[in-house]
């Protein structure tokens, strides 16, 4: 009962534009489809200088979240996977991938 209200809770903040509240309850309610269309939205709209902590940040979480739910980030939306190899690059690049 609890994530069915969490998620109906999220889908009113939502409607009422109070996005950052309304992925937190789709958190809760381990709706991950919803929850990561937000963070995919912060993403995008992440200032430059904040790009690299900002994609971290994203796949920290997605994977959190994924490994709560039992689900395939990938599989949630198209443009995780996009953004989880945008992140490996990143760590190849710095010589930390392995």
């Known amino acids: ?7 109906r ?3 009113r903040l939502e409607e ?4 950052a509240a309304a992925a937190l309850c789709y958190v809760f309610s381990r709706c991950l489809e919803r929850a990561v269309g937000f963070w995919l ?3 995008d709209h992440a200032p430059p200088e904040e790009g690299t902590l900002a994609l971290q940040g ?3 979480k997605v994977t959190v979240l994924s490994q ?3 689900t395939d980030a990938c599989a949630v939306h198209p443009a995780v996977a996009e953004k989880f190899n945008d992140y490996a690059a990143k760590l190849a690049e710095q010589g930390r991938a392995e």
């Open 58 to 60: 994203f796949v920290e």
């Open 1 to 7: 009962a609890f994530p069915v209200l969490c998620e």
């Open 16 to 19: 009422a534009l109070v996005i």
């Open 9 to 11: 809770l999220g889908q």
């Open 68 to 70: 709560a739910c039992s």
């Open 41 to 43: 939205s912060d993403l």
